[in-house]
């Protein structure tokens, strides 16, 4: 059974950071493509950065590059969204997601995931 606990959500300056952790368990760690995603009230879900955790490839969607980093730590099989420079327009409900695949191609924010956490809100506001 996969399972996937999120945590580290809150509520932030504009320009401040906070860091999102999710772990994962159930998924054979050379398969394991994991991603973060993010809905909005009244948006469709946004993916915002995905890493396929046997060779640490990354990639993020264009709205976070520069200021988001995914990571993980392979001991705690937990990824990491660090998010800097936040704006208001990151305001969303964040989710961690996870994909059973054996190509690292396919691990980018645009696959269907199968697999989700929670969710964790984050808010940035004045």
């Known amino acids: 059974q996969v399972r996937l606990v999120e945590s580290g959500g809150g509520s932030v300056l504009p320009g401040g950071s906070l860091r999102l952790s999710c772990t994962a368990s159930g998924l054979t760690y050379s398969r394991r493509c994991m991603g973060w995603f993010r809905q909005a009230p009244g948006k469709e879900r946004e993916g915002v950065a995905t890493i396929f955790m046997r060779d640490g490839n990354t990639n993020y969607s264009d709205s976070v590059k520069g200021r988001f980093t995914i990571s993980q730590d392979n001991a705690k099989n937990t990824i990491y969204l660090q998010m800097n420079s936040l704006k208001p327009e990151d305001t969303a409900v964040y989710y961690c997601?996870?994909?059973?695949?054996?190509?690292?191609?396919?691990?980018?924010?645009?696959?269907?995931?199968?697999?989700w956490g929670q969710g964790t809100q984050v808010t940035v506001s004045s």
């Open positions: 997601a996870a994909l059973s695949t054996s190509a690292p191609f396919r691990c980018g924010v645009d696959a269907d995931f199968p697999y």
